[in-house]
């Protein structure tokens, strides 16, 4: 268990273990999540990549992507049509 004390001005000096945890860093943004009349304190950017890899894996899902292959395969596919839209254009 770490303690902090709270400063006049609502400020805060986060334990080194606790940045260790939480891999903050100079500059790092914190969240404040209410959870079971608690609040929990993560890093912002970490939560925002986890938000992000779920959205990733329900598109994969949708997609029904398995293997880096089919996500390789995608990318050309796109390519492909992106290249044919750009040839149409310019006849």
Known sequence: MELAKVM??????IP????K?????????L?????DGNMV???????AL???QTAFEAEAERLELKTEQDVVDLVDEVRQE?????QDSTQ
């Open 31 to 35: 969240i404040f999540i209410e959870k």
């Open 8 to 13: 006049s001005k609502g400020q805060v000096t």
């Open 16 to 19: 080194i273990n606790v940045r």
């Open 82 to 86: 992106i290249n044919r839209e750009k």
């Open 50 to 52: 986890q938000q992000i």
């Open 21 to 29: 945890k939480l891999n903050l860093k100079e500059g790092d943004k």
């Open 41 to 47: 304190i993560a890093n912002s950017a970490m939560i």
